[in-house]
């Protein structure tokens, strides 16, 4: 993952968070934080594509490395389906709200 650079060249606003994660086949995708939720003490954040925003969300790990933090990919098969249930409750409670 790599950081993306902020400046005139931008084409979205600056209080969205951006990052730009490269998939398995190596290809750069402009992702747009747009939740982060808490599960086991750990902090979670769903990620959309800004390009395709159909597509599904990306899941990942929040982790502080001195004083930033850093996406991690959630490679524990137990760890991945308590992040996906706890996502899954939420996601129900929001649609019952709308």
């Given at each position: 993952?790599s950081?993306?650079?902020?400046?005139?060249?931008?084409?979205?606003?600056?209080?969205?968070?951006?990052?730009?994660?490269?998939?398995?086949?190596?290809?750069?995708?402009?992702?747009?934080l747009?939740?982060?939720f808490?599960s086991?003490?750990?902090?979670?954040?769903?990620?959309?594509?800004?390009?395709?925003?159909?597509?599904?969300?990306?899941?990942?790990?929040?982790?502080?490395?001195?004083?930033d933090?850093?996406?991690?990919?959630?490679?524990d098969?137990?760890?991945?389906?308590?992040?996906?249930?706890?996502?899954?409750?939420?996601?129900?409670?929001?649609?019952?709200?709308?």
């Open positions: 993952m950081d993306h650079i902020h400046d005139e060249n931008c084409d979205h606003d600056h209080d969205e968070a951006v990052f730009v994660v490269t998939d398995e086949d190596g290809n750069e995708h402009e992702m747009v747009v939740y982060t808490e086991n003490d750990r902090v979670y954040a769903v990620l959309l594509d800004r390009n395709d925003p159909e597509d599904d969300g990306v899941i990942f790990r929040v982790e502080e490395d001195g004083e933090e850093v996406l991690v990919n959630i490679e098969d137990q760890e991945w389906e308590t992040v996906m249930k706890v996502y899954e409750e939420l996601a129900a409670q929001e649609n019952a709200i709308e």
